[in-house]
């Protein structure tokens, strides 16, 4: 069974492979499209929650009660009207970056049983055929571990079971 330090790894070499065989990607630090449309909340595993709660813990006591307002009305919002309460709208960069969840290390650069899990100028891309020559990663297997990473809530779920006071 792979941690989640060696999926990390594993993730970040792929990552690369494609950024330096497409040096305009456009999935990186900054680029913010994604975070502004999530298809849902965020789903994490025991094991990134816990990678998520230092990132967390890292941020000013502001910031904190900023972020558990959001995760308040996650609930709330349809779907791709989710923004992630991640986010700095000022930067458009991850406040947790360093400490973010497999699914947002893996969007734009992997793929799921022929889905694409990725924005949609990368699929106008895709479907023009101007990244046939990228060898995607494998979503599939990427869950597969991630299965066997703990318990997996949605990121509501688990700011209610370690803040009770998210409001």
């Known amino acids: 069974m792979k941690t989640l330090s060696e999926l990390h790894e594993n993730i970040d070499m792929r990552v690369k492979a494609i950024r330096d065989e497409n040096s ?11 975070c502004h449309r999530l298809a849902q909340i965020p789903q994490l ?9 230092e990132g967390f813990a890292t941020l000013s006591t502001e910031k904190q009660q900023e972020i558990r307002q959001s995760v308040a009305t ?7 009207s989710i923004i992630c309460p991640m986010l700095d709208k000022a930067t458009g960069a991850c ?5 973010r969840p497999v ?5 734009g650069f992997y793929v799921e049983r022929d889905k694409g899990l990725y924005c949609h100028d990368i699929e106008a891309s895709v479907a023009e055929g101007a990244l046939n ?7 599939d297997t990427i869950n597969r571990h991630l299965d066997k990473l ?4 949605d ?13």
């Open 133 to 139: 020559n990228v060898v995607w990663g494998n979503h």
């Open 150 to 153: 703990g318990d997996k809530r």
């Open 103 to 107: 699914a947002c290390r893996t969007y």
């Open 45 to 53: 595993t025991s094991a990134e929650w816990l990678l998520f709660q």
């Open 155 to 167: 990121l509501v779920a688990w700011f209610e079971i370690h803040y009770h006071d998210i409001v």
């Open 74 to 80: 996650l609930s709330t919002q349809s779907p791709r």
């Open 24 to 34: 305009d990607w456009l999935c990186k630090m900054g680029c913010d499209g994604c």
């Open 95 to 99: 406040l947790i970056y360093a400490y």
